[in-house]
């Protein structure tokens, strides 16, 4: 049994870095500004309204100071609106605009999970940084991103809009996304507010359906699914909004254990919470609110200082606060803290937009960033060697995916325009590949069909070329919000579509574009090699035409595993060992003699049907490169508390071309006083290395890394035994092992 010692986290020593430090400019105006509050126009500050009313409606409220914030406005609008609260309302407060740019603005970019595949933070924060350039462009000051929920179910149509399952990688491209939205000073013309989103637990949601209930305890909570969060705070994130699930029966916009002790005392954040669509007013169907004004009471006190469309702090706020059963002090801190934001944003100096400016949208920098991020989101997970293709092949592109230009833009692109979008058809058509000689024929119109009619035209296709491409996945509306599916196969006749193209002989690519990873192992047979492109965004088809040709070379990892079967989930690289961790002589259903006696002695954790591993696992991913580990060498097998560790490892690259690979780093705690993951990722890189080259991989791993809230729910590191693996995914890799000492 090991020893544990030291509080590493306490939480003043994240206050340093996590807030800009007190500006009395900055303090003095909105303490100035909140004395000539009235209670009423306090109110207002703390309240968000939809724009879908009568815009006469909207304008005669803001003048009476009554909204703070609107979202989903038609930005042609944005100027006339502001004019009105500053200009016409008694105290002139500018208005927040906030709209839902999750990656990208009208250059898309990768869905956030393809851009997980990335490994990559400049890529994360690259995007952002356009998608703030191009909104704010227009009027718009806040994004509801980046998407911090951990999730772990591919059934979550959700996932398309996290960044992964492993809570280090999600913290490192969330900060990576809150810098690319702010910059460096929020006020800046080519900056938004983040909003990191949703506190929190959300995507644990049970049986992977949408806004289902949650049950995470406290500690796995702070081990896994709060680390995102409060990197992404450190990383100076302006607001956050609370999520539509209850935690073990505590709605997240009631909950002040964690708006008010986790996020103000423990985080020191000094920005705004914003709720979720309705969430406050959800929380009477929950049953946890008796109506609209206990809303309004639980969510004030428990710390939600803007109401997202549901209004009941304007309709009854005044009222609590007359029966003492809310107090000013708590209307007033909501206050400050929206006003500090909207301070910090600018608006006050800054309210309207230059609209004489010539435009940045579609600027060729930005589509060449979008298509760098497509390129870099793909996941090579089959090549039998067909892959790159030769130029001199004539190709069949077949399946409904090829081109589909609305739903190559994936989940919550409400400004993304599908007349720019680039599909692989439409690649085929641009000057950088109209010399390759191809032949076009759908088979399926979109990925639900499953009219088998057109596959005879498709054999004939086929037959025709060398080489067919089968685009297949899912359209966009099959994932994102309220759009969590129990069967994840691929969907329609998609399937027999690739049998069908398999049974001409011909060599098969099969290139999904997908919001979530699909179940496809019963797909592999019929495939030569697979490329998968989680809905890759406006420039996606030439990046998909870049990576096929070999003008680029495959790097992307999976941020998330890829099951076998729907009933694996939930399946994640860092999970607990168990008492009876499967072995590799498992007893499948089809080694079961008849009427064999029952026995559980000797047996593991597993399923008869599909055994104990996943199809991928996380972080894995081909390349047209090789690459060889070797040379782990690490700075000491023994460390204190306050040390560094060193690992470095030697990386060749065994091929005939250069290419990337993203190296990563993973630890594990061999005893603690609570039983720990298997594997735990802490660090990754992005190497190029030439063909037959080699590089050295340097990772420094700081002991204070290896903290974790153990049995007391104090976060320390335990002393003991630790493995350390560089490795080129969860599952493989050079192991070492040091001692933590006290
Ligand atoms: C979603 C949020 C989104 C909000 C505003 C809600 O339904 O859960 O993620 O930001 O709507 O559109």
């Not at 081909?622 to 470095?648: K, M, P, Q, V, W």
Request: charged share 25%; with cysteine.
């Amino acid at each position: 049994m090991k020893t544990k010692f030291l509080i590493l986290f306490c939480a003043t020593s994240i206050i340093t870095s996590c807030t800009t430090p007190t500006d009395s400019k900055e303090e003095h105006f909105v303490e100035d500004l909140l004395r000539k509050m009235t209670l009423a126009e306090k109110i207002g500050q703390m309240n968000q309204l939809n724009f879908d009313q009568p815009l006469d409606s909207v304008k005669a409220q803001i003048r009476r100071g009554e909204i703070s914030s609107m979202l989903n406005i038609d930005p042609t609008i944005i100027n006339e609106i502001q004019k009105t609260a500053v200009e016409e309302s008694r105290l002139g407060i500018p208005l927040i605009i906030g709209r839902d740019i999750i990656h990208g603005y009208k250059t898309v970019f990768p869905i956030p999970l393809g851009q997980a595949a990335s490994f990559n933070p400049e890529i994360v924060e690259t995007g952002a940084h356009i998608a703030a350039t191009e909104a704010r462009e227009q009027g718009i000051t806040w994004t509801f991103a980046p998407m911090l929920d951990i999730s772990r179910d591919a059934r979550w149509g959700r996932i398309a809009e996290s960044l992964g399952e492993d809570p280090y990688l999600a913290g490192e491209l969330g900060s990576a996304m809150v810098r690319g939205f702010q910059g460096d000073n929020l006020s800046d013309n080519n900056a938004i507010a983040a909003c990191v989103k949703h506190f929190v637990g959300y995507g644990a949601a049970e049986g992977g359906r949408d806004y289902n209930s949650t049950n995470i305890p406290e500690r796995l909570l702070r081990n896994v699914y709060l680390i995102p969060f409060q990197k992404s705070i450190e990383a100076g994130a302006a607001t956050l909004m609370t999520s539509f699930n209850d935690n073990d029966g505590i709605p997240a916009s009631g909950n002040d254990f964690l708006l008010r002790k986790v996020l103000r005392d423990e985080w020191n954040f000094d920005g705004f919470v914003v709720s979720d669509w309705c969430s406050m007013s959800e929380m009477i169907a929950h049953g946890y609110a008796a109506d609209r004004k206990d809303v309004a009471r639980i969510s004030a006190n428990a710390g939600v200082d803007m109401e997202m469309v549901s209004q009941t702090y304007i309709d009854y706020i005044e009222g609590l606060v007359a029966e003492n059963k809310v107090s000013m002090q708590v209307i007033d801190d909501a206050v400050r803290n929206i006003l500090r934001i909207k301070y910090r944003l600018g608006l006050f100096d800054n309210p309207y937009i230059d609209t004489t400016k010539a435009t940045t949208i579609y600027s060729d920098k930005h589509l060449q960033a979008a298509r760098r991020a497509a390129v870099e989101s793909a996941i090579l997970l089959k090549n039998n060697g067909i892959l790159p293709l030769k130029p001199e092949q004539t190709i069949a592109i077949i399946g409904p995916m090829a081109h589909a230009p609305h739903d190559q833009l994936g989940t919550w692109s409400f400004d993304g325009e599908k007349n720019r979008t680039v599909t692989p058809l439409r690649a085929l058509q641009t000057d950088e590949y109209k010399h390759i000689k191809y032949r076009y024929e759908a088979g399926l119109d979109y990925s639900r069909d499953s009219d088998i009619k057109n596959f005879s035209k498709v054999k004939a296709t086929v037959k025709q070329s060398d080489v067919a491409l089968v685009f297949v996945g899912e359209e966009a509306i099959l994932s994102g919000e309220a759009h969590s599916l129990s069967n994840i196969n691929l969907i329609g006749a998609q399937s027999e579509l690739l049998k069908a193209v398999k049974s001409t002989g011909k060599p098969v690519v099969m290139v999904v574009i997908a919001g979530r990873p699909l179940t496809i192992e019963r797909d592999l047979p019929y495939a030569d090699a697979v490329l998968y492109n989680f809905h890759p965004g406006t420039m996606g088809g030439l990046a998909i035409m870049d990576l096929l040709y070999g003008k680029e070379n495959p790097s992307g990892k999976l941020p998330v595993t890829f099951v076998r079967e729907v009933g694996q989930i939930p399946m994640y690289y860092n999970h607990n060992n168990t008492g009876r961790p499967a072995q590799d002589w498992i007893t499948l259903i089809k080694d079961i003699p008849l009427e064999a006696p029952q026995t559980s002695l000797g047996n593991t954790s597993f399923y008869l049907d599909s055994g104990k591993d996943p199809l991928f696992v996380f972080g894995y991913g081909l390349s047209y490169s090789t690459f060889e580990y070797s040379d782990f060498r690490l700075s000491s097998h023994e460390a204190g508390i306050n040390d560094t560790i060193t690992a470095t490892a030697t990386i060749k690259n065994t091929s005939n071309t250069d290419g990337t690979e993203i190296v990563q780093l993973y630890v594990r705690d061999l005893v603690g006083s609570i039983a720990r993951p298997i594997k735990e990722l802490k660090g990754f890189q992005r190497i190029s290395i030439k063909a037959g080259e080699s590089k050295t991989v340097t990772f420094k791993l700081p002991v204070s890394e290896l903290a974790f809230y153990g049995k007391d729910l104090l976060k320390k590191v335990e002393a003991g035994e630790f493995d350390i693996w560089i490795a080129p995914n969860s599952k493989e890799g050079i192991k070492e092992s040091f001692v933590i000492t006290e």
